[in-house]
Structure formats: C-alpha cells, structure tokens
C-alpha cells in the first residue's frame, strides 16, 4: 500500500511535490521560524513561550540561503524586511544582507552587481528612519519585481489582520 | 481550542488573470511544495468513471467519495480550470506534520473575477511519527481576485483553521498557525505578483 509518506519526485501527473518530503518540511521549518520572530511580540504568540518547533533565526535563514529557491527566498527576504522594520537590530541587518546576497546570487539581475544590489534593499532603511513594516514589505517586494522584471510594480497596498 | 482566523487584502496594478494561477489549488504543489506536497481534485462519490484515476486499493465510500482505508489516496479527478463544489484532496506540509485534508472547494475563473471557496470536509490523518486519525477540523476561506473600477486588481483572502493532531502538540501547532496563515497569504501575493516557477531550484 502505497503511503504519502513514500513519494518523492515521481513525475508526470503533476500530482506530486518538486521536491521530497524532508526538503519541504525542512523549507517549511526555516520560514515558520523566520515568520514566528518577526510576530513573536504580537498576540497571541506573545504570551506563549517558543514553540519547540521554531528554529533559531540564523539556523532558519541559513536553511533559505542553501535552499537556492527563489520562492523560498523571496518570502524569507521580504518577511524579514518588515521585521526589521518592526525590530530593528544589528543581528536583523546582518541577516537581512545574508539573504539579500544569497537572493541576488540566484536572480543574477543583468546590470546589477552584487553590492548594488544589496544596497538598493538598504536604502528601504536608510531612505525612511522608521519605516513601517508593511511598507518595508512592499519596497522589499517592488524591489524584487524591478530587479527580476526590470518592471515597476505599483503594489498600492497589502494587509493581513487577525479577524478573530 | 481557538482557531486561527485571518483577513488579508491586497491592491495592485495589474490584471486579474495574473492571480489565475495563485488562486487554482492544483498547482499549489508545484509552486509551493514546502506548503502542499500533493493537491488534486477527487473523483466525486459513487463515480466509477473512465477518467478518474489512482482509485484507493480499498476502494472508495459511495456516499463521502473518501477511501475506506483513510491512509489510501484518494481517487483522482481531471484538472480542470473552473469547477462547482468539489472535493479536493491536499497534503499539507505543517512543520514535520504532514495532514492529508479534504475541502469542498469551488473555483471561478472570469476576466474580471478569480474567485476560490473553501471549506473542510474530513482530515484524512495526519503523518508524523506515528499518524494519527484526523487532524484538522476546521478550514474554510476564500480567495478572490476582482477588478476594481479604477483598474487595479482587488484580492482578498481570508482563512480560518484549527488543528486536533498531534494531541500532544494541539496547543503549539494551533500557535504556529498564527504563523502559518500569514505565510500563506503571502504566497499566494507572490504567486500573483512574481508568477512561478519559482518554488525549485534556480
């Protein structure tokens, strides 16, 4: 009897998963936890220890930056944009840099080399003091589209709230 | 035990068929395989047609369509690109917890409206250490891509869920779910803004 627990990479179908089952969870793993420190200050996470499942952040990121997936990448680097807006810290703006790096290396921008591209994600912190972290977010995001497209994405606004 | 409930809203300048394929689940494990490893539409209870495929070696309830040996896969159905309320098989990817979930689902798909309903039929179980029955009994939410009269795209989505399994975990499971949702929304913004391919490799 065949279990989900036995596919990997069959093929054909489209049925099944890209990747095997241990990379995914160990992706899924590295961006709860990265997406866990960023909301561990707001309710409800905030008045409950760290869930045991949550990795330590340079472990998670470190996770994003070997997984070479631009996905994977782009959703770590814009969520830690918006923490770093929230939390600022030197630890926050050496990682932020690691996955910046790690982002351009995979993306491979034409014109655009290395340090440009790390600093044009700084100038999101330089340009504005205090910026707010959903704004952070979306310079993040226009960021990537321009750098991967060449095209100016006109991102109006995103909200995500709690509707209980 | 709480569920985790979620609104999110998005407003960009584009078009609605950009959100196409952010808004249709079967391609969630091609995109997203570290959210759903596996999604597929299901044949519907009591079909013994010819073009379902991978019937459960136990066979199949006539009256759920869910197999008898809640461990089987369930039946497949075609993909298709817009379809009235259907079950939908997905394997979703949850820390090292694998839950194999059934919604009822509805998709349409109009040049001005993508619009995706969900809502939970039955957990399957859920894989870890050991699997257990069940896992998740509440999950509905909607997903839709509109066009405003300004031109930009509207999407909203919304998700309410909470976890039963593991019984020992349900308590951090459900607090990572406040983590959870928000990753996924921000997914299907992503899937909608950059397109994809972009889950594998570069």
Known sequence: ?164 | MRPASYRGTASFAGSVASLSRALNPLHWHEDAPYLWFETYLMAPAGSRGAAETGAPPHGTSPDTGLPWFRAEAPAQAPARDCWTPTQLFEAVVFDHYLYRNVLLTDRVNQPDKISLHYSQVECLETVARRPCDGGIDLDVGEGTATREPDGTVRLVVTKTIRFTQPQAATAEVNLLAHVMVPLCFDFWLHAGLFGTGGSTHG
């Open chain 1, 1 to 164: 009897m065949k279990r989900v627990s036995d596919w990997t990479m069959e093929g054909g179908g489209g049925r099944t998963s890209r990747v095997d089952r241990a990379t995914a969870h160990r992706w899924n793993r590295a961006l709860l936890s990265i997406y866990y420190y960023g909301r561990r200050h707001q309710a409800p996470l905030s008045r409950h220890p760290p869930p045991a499942q949550v990795l330590p952040l340079e472990a998670a990121i470190q996770v994003v930056v070997g997984s070479r997936a631009l996905g994977v990448l782009r959703l770590a680097l814009a969520d830690l944009c918006r923490t770093r807006a929230a939390q600022p810290s030197t630890r926050i703006e050496v990682l932020m840099r690691e996955l910046v790096a790690a982002y351009g290396r995979l993306v491979g921008a034409p014109g655009w080399a290395a340090p440009d591209i790390v600093e044009t994600f700084e100038r999101i912190f330089r340009d504005d003091a205090t910026p707010d972290p959903e704004e952070a977010y979306q310079q993040a995001i226009r960021r990537m589209k321009e750098l991967e497209s060449g095209t100016v994405l006109q991102l109006i606004s995103f909200t995500v709230q709690t509707a209980s």
